[in-house]
């Protein structure tokens, strides 16, 4: 029901731009959240958005250089990430839920996920 893409090989200091398109019903009332996984480690909390888009979270990692957006006319959600680095390669995954959170066990749907490898 989320169907993340936009992920690929850039070099560091490039951007993305992540999207996760949804098919669930009533779009425009869920939060959606970024999470990510590197290799080897927990699936992280990235970044987060409220239903009407007023309200955004960000792990400090990543404040200043990505930025979440949602077009709920279009039922998705974006992930902007510009100044990339090497560090912030894993697979980036799209969650819906009922509020903007970085506890990810609160998301109730999850997409596929999009790889996305920076080189240094």
């Known amino acids: 029901q989320l169907q993340a893409s936009g992920g690929g090989l850039v070099q560091a200091g490039g951007s993305l731009r992540l999207s996760c398109a949804a098919s669930?019903?009533?779009?425009?009332?869920?939060?959606m959240g970024w999470f990510r996984q590197a290799p080897g480690k927990e699936r992280d909390f990235v970044a987060a958005i409220s239903w009407r888009g007023s309200v955004t979270y960000y792990t400090d990692s990543v404040k200043g250089r990505f930025t979440v957006s949602r077009d709920n006319a279009k039922n998705t959600v974006y992930l902007q990430m510009n100044s990339l680095k090497p560090e912030d390669t894993a697979v980036y995954y799209c969650a819906a839920g009922t509020r903007a959170t970085p506890v990810r066990n609160e998301y109730k749907y999850w997409g596929q996920g999009t790889l996305v490898t920076v080189s240094s």
């Open positions: 669930v019903h009533s779009f425009d009332t869920y939060s």
